[in-house]
């Protein structure tokens, strides 16, 4: 349940809320008796579903408490507050990387030192066997003294171990950062998942914006696992080759090919540092990024072959490359002097008629491949162009085409009833009391009739827009289940996700289930 100010869990007093996320929500309080702030990160409310969700998270929080580093949030106690768990850590007046990227960019030495101070901490939670598994700016804590914090240490640990539908519908970490094994949902990660993560954070450092970025969530995640990383020099011109090869290295799509330890791919950063001579960094380099990236994804889709692993069953055909034509020899230029007299006429026994042929059958075989290569072309560039249409073409489209079909029916319909109340009057005025011929006419075309009038409501009648919207529900399902995977394949709770602005994945209840919740909490 949400906290309110001045609200006593134990012995804290809550002061306000900090922040919320997609598995905790964070408040500053203050411990009167030993008389300091502290932050306390109370998880949400779906792990009480789980039995054996306390004892877990009792050992993981003593395991992530001994972790005792100038650079690593201290964790001071956890408990539980209305069957709620939740963390109390160290107090750290300061703000987040992820605020200070979107206040402008950081130099290239307070680069060196958050890469520095980030890859220490890193390194020694690695040695006493605690992987962070969330590593982002918004978990990067920099503080009036330029002191720079890791938080929230082995909370994706935590949130994994238990069995309540959170831990098991949702794909823990973030997408931005997330590594391609994590993404896969391997249980065996290690060390090296927070290298890839820790990578991430520093190409968004260097280059300006993070590699892979989508509209959901689930297309981020398949780009960690498939795509190749877009080169830090054709997003940015200003990296050298030194650094270039650092991110390439720490963002290795198979783990044995990244850096052994976060402090040897500190130590890698620094060094390519000093051996490019690289100074500063452009404080434009996020939009210099963001318009090459754009740029890059475009030629990525427009492309018609795949970069990178994909996966099993997907096919591309790429035609050879054709060999160059030699040029023909260069003729020898005939000179007449005045006054010359020509002693060889002409006969048509000279004539070499087979060689004749071959070069008119070779003339038509080319220019019947130069006709192909044109009309080919022209089909690429009507595809092209329908496909780069703006939705509001699209619309316009759409709209004249009803408009179009609607008229042609009212034609229809117009015609109809013009040709059988002809033939109906003269029946009437000629032949009155005789069989009814017209209706041979009209009882088949009205069949007719009504199926064109049916075909037109079908398209454009008051369900249509109802089956469209089934349609995209029923497409954007089948999306889910094939990035998710297991994730949804046992669905035990009817819920939504959104990406938050810190890039989390972030659980979102409807209302009737969220009231059942509360009265379920009462």
């Given at each position: 349940m949400p906290l309110h100010e001045g609200q006593a869990i134990g012995p804290y007093q809550i002061i306000n809320q900090l922040g919320q996320g997609g598995m905790a929500t964070v408040y500053k309080a203050y411990h009167a008796r030993l008389d300091r702030y502290v932050a306390i990160k109370v998880m949400?409310?779906?792990?009480?579903?789980?039995?054996?969700?306390?004892a877990r998270f009792q050992r993981e929080a003593q395991i992530v408490a001994r972790l005792e580093h100038a650079n690593?949030?201290?964790?001071?106690?956890?408990?539980?507050?209305?069957?709620?768990?939740?963390?109390?850590?160290?107090?750290?007046?300061?703000?987040?990387?992820?605020?200070?990227l979107n206040e402008g960019a950081?130099?290239?030495?307070?680069?060196?030192?958050?890469?520095?101070?980030?890859?220490?901490a890193l390194d020694y939670a690695h040695q006493h066997g605690v992987l962070h598994r969330d590593v982002k700016p918004s978990n990067i804590i920099v503080d009036a003294n330029d002191s720079v914090y890791l938080t929230d240490f082995g909370l994706a640990r935590i949130a994994g171990a238990g069995e309540s539908t959170m831990s098991q519908d949702m794909i823990l970490g973030t997408p931005q950062y997330i590594s391609p094994e994590q993404a896969k949902g391997l249980g065996n990660v290690d060390s090296r998942t927070d290298i890839y993560s820790f990578g991430i954070v520093l190409y968004e450092l260097v280059v300006g914006r993070v590699p892979f970025n989508a509209d959901t969530p689930f297309a981020v995640v398949?780009?960690?696992i498939y795509s190749?990383?877009?080169?830090?020099?054709?997003?940015?011109?200003?990296?050298?080759?030194?650094?270039?090869?650092?991110?390439?290295?720490?963002?290795?799509?198979?783990?044995?090919?990244?850096?052994?330890?976060?402090?040897?791919?500190?130590?890698a950063f620094r060094a390519a540092v000093v051996e490019s001579g690289l100074q500063t960094l452009s404080a434009e380099r996020s939009q210099i990024a963001e318009a090459s990236l754009a740029k890059l994804r475009s030629e990525m889709d427009n492309s018609p072959t795949v970069i990178g692993d994909e996966p099993t069953g997907i096919q591309v055909s790429v035609s050879p490359p054709r060999p160059p034509v030699p040029p023909a020899p260069p003729r020898a230029p005939i000179v007449m002097k005045k006054g010359a007299k020509v002693e060889h006429e002409f006969d048509?026994?000279?004539?070499?008629?087979?060689?004749?042929?071959?070069?008119?059958?070779s003339g038509a075989k080319q220019?019947?491949?130069?006709?192909?290569?044109?009309?080919?072309?022209?089909?690429?560039?009507?595809?092209?162009?329908?496909?780069?249409?703006?939705?509001?073409?699209?619309?316009?489209?759409?709209?004249k085409k009803r408009q179009e079909e609607r008229q042609g029916f009212i034609i229809h319909l117009v015609i109809y009833l013009g040709i059988n109340l002809m033939f109906w009057a003269m029946w009437l005025t000629n032949s009155s009391g005789d069989f009814p011929w017209p209706a041979f006419i009209s009882i088949p075309w009205g069949v007719g009739m009504l199926a064109h009038w049916m075909e037109y409501n079908n398209k454009y009648g008051p369900g249509a827009e109802r089956r469209e919207r089934e349609i995209e529900m029923e497409v954007e399902r089948e999306m889910r289940r094939q990035y998710e995977g297991d994730y949804l394949a046992k669905p035990k709770r009817d819920h939504r996700v959104r990406l938050t602005e810190d890039g989390e994945l972030e659980e979102i209840w409807d209302e009737a289930d969220d009231l059942e919740q509360k009265r379920g909490g009462r």
């Open positions: 949400h409310k779906a792990f009480k579903d789980d039995s054996n969700f306390q690593i949030v201290t964790v001071y106690d956890y408990n539980e507050y209305d069957g709620e768990p939740y963390l109390v850590m160290k107090y750290v007046e300061g703000k987040t990387l992820k605020r200070i950081p130099s290239l030495r307070e680069v060196l030192h958050i890469v520095s101070s980030v890859g220490d398949h780009d960690h190749r990383l877009p080169l830090p020099s054709a997003a940015n011109p200003e990296i050298p080759p030194e650094v270039e090869r650092v991110l390439l290295k720490a963002l290795a799509k198979n783990p044995d090919d990244r850096y052994s330890s976060a402090k040897e791919m500190a130590d048509i026994g000279d004539l070499d008629l087979g060689e004749w042929k071959q070069k008119l059958g220019g019947v491949g130069i006709i192909g290569e044109i009309v080919t072309s022209v089909q690429e560039a009507i595809k092209e162009r329908e496909e780069n249409i703006t939705p509001e073409e699209k619309i316009r489209r759409k709209i």
